[in-house]
T-cell receptor, first 113, second 113 residues
Framework: DAGITQSPRHKVTETGTPVTLRCHQT?????MYWYRQDPGHGLRLIHY???????DKGEVSDGYSVSRSKTEDFLLTLESATSSQTSVYFC????????????FGPGTRLTVL | GDSVTQMEGPVTLSEEAFLTINCTYT??????LFWYVQYPGEGLQLLLK?????DKGSNKGFEATYRKETTSFHLEKGSVQVSDSAVYFC????????????FGTGTSLTVIP
């Protein structure tokens, strides 16, 4: 195991409510990533971080924000959840820049009603 | 832009059959190529990788060879087991695209006894 936990593992919420997902690592890796997994799309990058307080957008960043105040934690926030954000969210970490291997957490299944 | 295309599933095989899952890629730089496996309810696990042309990645009986001339990285296993039932993702990471991984849409494999 790569020492990555995600919380919560499952969440059901209502449209319009804020939601925060947490990724925690024990590896002290510099790079952390948030992906969403949807049928027919594989995994798509939402945001990533290359250090404390350093973040950047990925392919599907609209409607999401992130924060990283400590090396070990990377938070993903849906400011006002929509049904299109129903998905499985995965956190990943890597020691170095791509093409370094990315290691994935167990995922969070989010349902927005 | 960079992309990965892998064969559509689902794939159903009998135990001890030969497996091939096709993967082709488009990249602007010098990509590294990966196969990840996802078991039900879990995150993605690295299966194997290759970082330059003609490299062969191998693990747990699975193999894939980085073919630059055909831009391919097909996954093979000589004799599948029931425990190989999972979803397999091909991915690339390109030196020209910073930290981003590009994933295929996944191929579901079911192995029946």
């Amino acid at each position: 195991d790569a020492g990555i936990t995600q919380s919560p593992r499952h969440k059901v919420t209502e449209t319009g409510t804020p939601v925060t997902l947490r990724c925690h690592q024990t590896e002290n890796h510099r790079y952390m990533y948030w992906y969403r997994q949807d049928p027919g799309h594989g995994l798509r990058l939402i945001h990533y971080s290359y250090g404390v307080k350093d973040t950047d957008k990925g392919e599907v960043s609209d409607g999401y924000s992130v924060s990283r105040s400590k090396t070990e934690d990377f938070l993903l926030t849906l400011e006002s959840a929509t049904s299109s954000q129903t998905s499985v969210y995965f956190c990943a970490i890597s020691e170095g820049l791509a093409p370094d291997t990315q290691y994935f957490g167990p995922g969070t299944r989010l349902t927005v009603l | 832009g960079d992309s990965v295309t892998q064969m559509e599933g689902p794939v159903t095989l009998s135990e001890e059959a030969f497996l091939t899952i096709n993967c082709t890629y488009t990249a602007t730089g010098y990509p590294s190529l990966f196969w990840y496996v996802q078991y039900p309810g879990e995150g993605l696990q690295l299966l194997l990788k290759a970082t330059k042309a003609d490299d062969k990645g191998s693990n747990k009986g699975f193999e894939a060879t980085y073919r630059k001339e055909t831009t391919s990285f097909h996954l093979e296993k000589g004799s599948v087991q029931v425990s190989d039932s999972a979803v397999y993702f091909c991915a690339l990471s390109d030196t020209n695209t910073g930290n981003q991984f590009y994933f295929g849409t996944g191929t579901s494999l079911t192995v029946i006894p």
